[in-house]
């Protein structure tokens, strides 16, 4: 019977003390504000920032404003074990061995290390926390570009190979294949159907 962001706020936010994490404009132009950029140029009325706030609806899908800083908080209140262990806690599987999904985390055992991980990207934003969870790390990226996630990924990369002496997410055998493979019609579920020639 409350509003997303009366529960997130009363639930989250505030018992964590994310004080600079919000889910309104009113509330995130009174601080310091990324502008978002996108091909090297700053981007107006687009994405998120038209008019500076998703709508009511979607806040629950990507309408959450907040900092590295609130984020490593929650991260670190993940890692403390005091949220119940179901958070965290394989569900299902996506497609490989050790490659799993959590409740809105994704998990991946990488030589026995269990990374659980989830990114965000919107027009002019790029967000993603890392934890490697048997060793307490947790790592947040946010970049004001549409074009961060190379930069996420690479930083991710690079920490929890420096902390466990693994590569994560080896990059995949590229295998000949001829792009006339892959034309035909595609069902892209509310977006219709897409035809690639």
Same mark, same amino acid.
């Given at each position: 019977?409350?509003?997303?962001? /009366?529960?997130?706020?009363?639930?989250?936010? +505030?018992?964590?003390?994310?004080?600079?994490?919000?889910?309104?404009? @009113?509330?995130?132009?009174?601080? *310091?504000?990324?502008?978002?950029?996108?091909?090297? +140029?700053?981007?107006? !009325?687009?994405?998120?920032?038209?008019?500076?706030?998703?709508?009511?609806? !979607?806040?629950?899908?990507?309408?959450?404003?907040?900092?590295? &800083? !609130? $984020?490593?908080?929650?991260? *670190?209140?993940?890692?403390?074990?005091?949220?119940?262990?179901?958070?965290?806690?394989?569900? %299902?599987?996506?497609?490989?061995?050790?490659? /799993? %999904?959590?409740?809105?985390? &994704? =998990? /991946?055992?990488?030589?026995?290390?269990?990374?659980?991980?989830?990114?965000?990207?919107?027009?002019?934003?790029?967000?993603? $926390?890392?934890?490697?969870?048997?060793?307490?790390?947790?790592?947040?990226?946010?970049?004001?570009?549409?074009?961060?996630?190379?930069?996420?990924?690479?930083?991710?990369?690079?920490?929890? *190979?420096?902390?466990?002496?693994?590569?994560?997410?080896?990059?995949?055998?590229? =295998?000949?294949?001829?792009?006339? !493979? %892959?034309?035909?019609?595609? @069902?892209?579920?509310? &977006?219709?159907?897409?035809?690639?020639?």
């Amino acid at each position: 019977g409350r509003a997303y962001p /009366d529960l997130l706020s009363e639930e989250i936010l +505030r018992p964590l003390e994310m004080s600079r994490s919000f889910t309104t404009a @009113d509330e995130a132009i009174t601080h *310091r504000v990324a502008v978002p950029h996108a091909n090297n +140029r700053v981007l107006r !009325d687009a994405g998120w920032q038209r008019h500076w706030q998703l709508p009511g609806w !979607d806040v629950p899908g990507g309408g959450i404003v907040s900092t590295a &800083y !609130d $984020m490593i908080g929650y991260g *670190r209140h993940l890692l403390s074990a005091r949220e119940p262990g179901v958070l965290l806690r394989p569900q %299902f599987c996506r497609g490989r061995t050790g490659h /799993d %999904f959590a409740l809105v985390w &994704y =998990l /991946d055992d990488v030589g026995g290390q269990r990374i659980a991980w989830h990114d965000g990207l919107t027009t002019g934003y790029c967000a993603r $926390m890392t934890m490697v969870l048997d060793e307490g790390l947790c790592m947040v990226v946010l970049t004001n570009s549409a074009e961060g996630e190379s930069l996420h990924r690479a930083v991710d990369r690079a920490v929890v *190979r420096a902390v466990t002496g693994l590569d994560p997410w080896p990059e995949p055998t590229r =295998l000949p294949m001829n792009p006339r !493979d %892959f034309e035909g019609d595609y @069902d892209a579920g509310i &977006y219709g159907t897409i035809r690639v020639t």
